[in-house]
């Protein structure tokens, strides 16, 4: 019952966030655009904690000029992230290893409004999916003083999980020229593991 509800909710969700693009398409021009965003992204892996990493975000879309200080698109995008290898070394002799890779896939929508001069204030919501490898060895033990060698104990969590979930974003950007615009934005994916993303990007509008 459960996994009906939130089947259904994420279908509304998904029509309730393209229908206003499809109304506007009918109605405006439309020009094409293309971004390409990094930073920082930090996600949790299951029995292991929080993580960060820098990920790239390549993404494609439409957008329509619906107001004159105001534009409003829909975009597809993916974001890589891979961490080939974090080793730690702990308090207490406590060390090992973390690898891991990330994919993101969505489709997002975007409302965006010029403040003043050539600074602008944006919002996306839409959908994400997210699939996510890992693997992860801990050795801890401590020595106490009449020990030549401390007493390790050896733990080894590995997997891979996946969930399809509402993603939104709030940013600021700058239009640097008629078609590039410089942009800066905070994403979050709810409904699923802690995440969160702080990227920077820039767009060019065709």
Known sequence: MKTIKKSSFIILFFMAVLFPCYVTAQTNDASYY??????????????????????????????????????????????????????????????????????SADVMSRLESRLFWKLNVFATLGLAYTKTTF???????????????????????????????????????????????????VNHEFFSDSNLSVLLGLRYRF
């Not at 829909?74 to 702990?90: Q, S, Y």
């Not at 020990?147 to 940013?171: A, F």
């Open 34 to 103: 293309v971004s390409v965003q990094s930073g920082l992204y930090f996600y949790d892996v299951p029995e292991s904690g929080i993580y960060a990493n820098a990920p790239i975000r390549i993404a494609g879309g439409r957008i329509w000029d619906i107001h004159q200080r105001a534009t409003l698109g829909v975009e597809v995008g993916a974001t890589f992230l891979e961490d080939k290898g974090r080793h730690f070394d702990l308090f207490c002799t406590e060390y090992g290893y973390y690898r891991g890779k990330r994919m």
């Open 135 to 185: 693997e992860e060895k801990r050795q801890s033990g401590c020595r106490l003083f009449w020990e030549s060698v401390p007493t390790l104990t050896t733990t080894y969590n590995s997997g891979s999980y996946h969930h399809l979930s509402p993603k939104g974003g709030l940013g600021l950007s700058a239009d640097l020229t008629p078609h590039i615009n410089f942009n800066l934005s």
